[in-house]
């Protein structure tokens, strides 16, 4: 092997084994709170193996949904455990199961590894896939990007379901009724000045990336993510979102983004007798449209996942 | 090894690693923690396997589909998480209970 490909072999053995490493510490720990930081490292550590891996547009989302926005789900919940547990806050450990019977699942899992790794080793070196499919109907779906393409022309389907699961989700946290996030002490100066300069940036890099997803790594998710993470730092400074927002403005976001996608699906299956075919002249400003609906929805039913109640809460009282 | 090989490996070790912890493991938390690997786990091996082509572009939709996996597992995290602290606030933890002590009462 020459130089270049062993120093990549060994940054990929590197990052192989420290991802290997962290899962097992997270669970080897008895600290939560550890645990979760160590996840979001984990995160961090994927988003690089995408960007090894040729998956840019993966990397851009793990790093953004998988670490950031997972991690602040996991670290508000957890300081609500603290609130609501009676004893045993932060140390959880394992079941105390018996020796015998943990050996016994350490061999079974093992089985099930070396099945799985025997199945992988068997399969055949170079396998074409569906990347020159996707390749030669690309200048007819109106971006040039092929994952952008995949997501919202050709598998716009997956999409649309996709987005009625995230309202899905937010439709469960908020039937459950659990109590909002705990004020905090108010942001220092200095986090207020930084909150105040970074809102408008990430606004303008959510804005970029729905732009630059139809010709480069970005997109829809991408962009919604970047919102989400702009709303989290906002509640985390402590401003007053959903005092300022009304609970109707907030459902008309939210919703906006699946509506959009039934309308468009509803009138291609009446145009165009097939769900989500977009005529070919359009089909660039049609992904940009869906895709501009799809970054509000996603930006706002992820922050109001994290803010876990549902504003209109306070009404009724 | 080739690249897609050496990564579908590491992608079955995170799963197996996962799975292992889902099942050991007794606090909600570390529970929905391990599912959350056992997913990266399965969305290395997918776009590992996907990276086999011939020529130099990897393939699109698997890249896709690990997107909107990406996007539905976190959606799924938040429900469990809200499940696990109402959980916590009717039995008062959020740990499955001792069953080896209990029987021994």
């Known amino acids: 092997m020459d130089t270049v490909s062993l120093l990549l072999f060994s940054y990929d053995c590197l990052l192989a084994l420290s991802l290997l490493w962290i899962s097992w510490q997270i669970f080897a720990n008895a600290d939560l709170f550890r645990s979760i930081v160590l996840f979001i490292a984990f995160g961090l550590l994927m988003a690089l193996v995408w960007v090894r891996l040729d998956a840019p547009d993966i990397a851009l989302a793990e790093a953004a949904i998988g670490a950031g926005l997972t991690g602040a789900l996991l670290l ?3 300081a609500r455990l603290d609130e609501t547990a009676m004893s045993g806050k932060n140390i959880s450990s394992g079941l105390p199961v018996r020796l015998t019977y943990r050996s016994l699942l350490t061999l079974v899992i093992m089985l099930v590894g070396g099945g799985l790794a025997y199945v992988i ?38 999409t649309l379901l996709e987005i009625m699961v995230l309202l899905l989700a937010l439709l469960g946290v908020w039937s459950l009724k659990i109590s909002p996030i705990s004020g905090g002490p108010p942001a220092g100066a200095m986090l207020d000045y930084l909150v105040r300069l970074l809102i408008p940036v990430l606004i ?18 991408q ?13 985390l400074a402590g401003w007053n979102i959903p005092d300022s927002i009304s609970s109707n403005v907030l459902r008309i976001l939210v919703i906006l983004g699946p509506v959009t996608f039934v309308i468009t699906s509803l009138l291609s299956l009446y145009f165009n007798q097939h769900l989500l075919a977009y005529p070919a002249a359009y089909a660039g ?26 504003p209109s809460a306070g009404d009724s009282k | ?41 399965v969305f290395l091996l997918l776009v590992a396997l996907g990276g086999r082509g011939t020529t130099g572009i990897p393939d699109p939709v698997a890249h896709a589909m690990v997107i909107t996996g990406i996007v539905v597992a976190v959606s799924a995290t938040a429900l469990a998480l809200v499940i696990m602290l109402q959980l916590s606030q009717t039995s008062g933890r959020a740990q499955q209970p001792d069953k080896s002590q209990d029987s021994r009462h």
């Open chain 1, 76 to 78: 508000s919940s957890l």
């Open chain 2, 1 to 41: 090894m080739s690249q897609p090989v050496f990564y579908s490996t590491i992608g079955i070790g995170l799963f197996c690693i996962g799975l292992y912890a889902l099942i050991v493991q007794s606090h909600l938390l570390r529970r929905i923690l391990a599912i959350n690997i056992m997913g990266s786990g």
């Open chain 1, 223 to 235: 962009a919604g993510s970047v919102l989400a993470a702009a709303c989290v730092l906002l509640l």
């Open chain 1, 285 to 310: 400003q049609l992904i940009l449209l869906l895709e501009a609906a799809a970054t509000l929805s996603i930006g706002f039913i992820l922050a109001a996942l994290f803010l876990g109640n549902d």
């Open chain 1, 204 to 221: 303008l890099v959510a804005a970029y990336l729905l732009w630059v997803g139809a010709h480069a790594p970005g997109g829809a998710f």
């Open chain 1, 121 to 158: 080793q068997s399969l055949p070196d170079e396998a074409e896939g569906l990347t020159a499919v996707v390749i030669e109907q690309l200048n007819n779906s109106g971006v040039s990007n092929p994952v952008t393409a995949v997501l919202l022309n050709f598998r716009g389907y997956d």
